[in-house]
C-alpha cells in the first residue's frame, strides 16, 4: 500500500460527531504494519481520531509510511494495553487503559497493542496534517534503518539515576496522578477538569460531571474536539444556526470551532467523563 494523506472531514460550526458516522481508513504496509483509523475531525486548527490494533498487531515504520511528525500528540488507551517505544533512542513505555503518551515534533514512535484484547487509542494531533506535519513532513525526514527497544546504557543505575534517566525521556506517560487540577466555572457551577498536557500548540484534559451538572458557558481561543468516554452528554450551543442542543454516547465526539460559546450537561444520574483537545490555545 502507497503512501497517501488520510482524510481530512472539516466542519464550519459545532457538529456531533456520531461514531457510527466518523470517517473510517485503513493505513500502512507488510513493513510498517496495517493501522485502522475513525477520523473524527481534521481542521487547520486540530485532528482528532481514535487508531485500532489487533491483539498481537503493532505498527513500526518504513520507507512509505514514516513515524516521525512536526506535532505535539497525545495518545490515550481507550481499551487494550499500549506498548509505545522510540525505536531511536530504545524507550519503552507501557500505557493502560485511562493512562496516555505524550510527545513532541521530531519523535520516531512505534506501537504495539500487549494484549489479548483489540487496542483502542484516542489521537490529538497539533498542528494538524492540513499545515503539513503529517506525511508529507514525515517523507522529507531521513529514514531510520535501525531500531532499539532498550536502554542500554541505563544498565547498571537503576533506579539509582532514575531522574537523570528520565530526564532524557521523549516520550511522557501521563496517569491520573499527573493531571494538573483545574476548578473551572462561577459558583455553583464549578467543574473538575484534569489536564494532561498543555502546550502552545495544544491542550489536552479531562472533563468530570457530576449528576445534574453543569458547566458555565465557555470560550476557547482555538478548535475544541472532544469524545465521551462514559455517561450522556448533552452540549448547548446557543449561537448556532438550527438545531443546539445535542445528545451524546460514548464514543461520540463533539467539534466546537474557536470562539463558539458552549456548555456541557449531564442531565442524568450518572456520571459523565469526556476527553477533549484544543488547539493551539485554551483560553479565550
Not at 488520510?6 to 507488510?30: C, N
Not at 531510520?144 to 537523570?164: F, V
Not at 489536552?204 to 450522556?232: A, C
Amino acid at each position: 500500500m502507497a503512501y497517501k494523506p488520510s482524510p481530512r472531514p472539516t466542519f464550519s460550526e459545532p457538529t456531533h460527531l456520531r461514531y457510527d458516522a466518523v470517517t473510517r481508513y485503513l493505513w500502512g504496509d507488510p513493513i510498517a504494519g496495517t493501522v485502522a483509523d475513525w477520523i473524527y475531525v481534521s481542521t487547520d486548527k486540530i485532528h482528532q481520531l481514535v487508531y485500532g490494533l489487533a491483539p498481537g498487531g503493532a505498527f513500526r515504520h518504513s520507507d512509505e509510511f514514516r513515524t516521525i511528525f512536526a506535532a505535539d500528540l497525545v495518545y490515550y488507551v481507550l481499551s487494550g494495553t499500549m506498548v509505545i517505544a522510540n525505536p531511536a533512542t530504545g524507550e519503552v513505555h507501557r500505557v493502560q487503559p485511562g493512562e496516555a503518551a505524550f510527545f513532541r515534533r521530531d519523535t520516531w514512535h512505534h506501537a504495539f497493542n500487549y494484549s489479548r484484547e483489540p487496542l483502542r487509542v484516542l489521537e490529538f494531533f497539533a498542528p494538524p496534517p492540513s499545515q503539513g506535519t503529517s506525511g508529507a513532513y514525515a517523507r522529507k525526514q531521513p529514514l531510520l534503518t535501525e531500531s532499539k527497544y532498550g536502554q542500554d546504557q541505563a544498565l547498571g543505575r537503576w533506579p539509582m539515576d532514575r531522574a537523570a534517566i528520565e530526564r532524557d525521556f521523549t516520550i511522557r506517560v501521563v496517569r491520573e496522578h499527573d493531571h494538573l487540577w483545574r476548578y473551572e466555572g462561577d459558583n455553583p457551577q464549578e467543574v473538575l477538569v484534569g489536564l494532561l498536557v498543555s502546550t502552545e500548540h495544544l491542550t489536552v484534559g479531562k472533563i468530570y460531571l457530576q449528576p445534574g451538572q453543569h458547566t458555565d458557558l465557555q470560550i476557547h481561543g482555538g478548535d475544541e474536539s472532544l469524545y465521551l468516554l462514559e455517561g450522556t452528554l448533552h452540549m448547548h450551543c446557543p449561537e448556532k444556526e438550527g438545531q443546539q442542543w445535542f445528545e451524546l454516547r460514548p464514543q461520540d465526539g463533539f467539534y466546537i470551532p474557536a470562539g463558539a460559546p458552549h456548555a456541557y450537561y449531564n442531565m442524568t444520574d450518572q456520571p459523565v467523563t469526556v476527553v477533549f483537545g484544543v488547539a493551539p490555545t485554551y483560553l479565550p
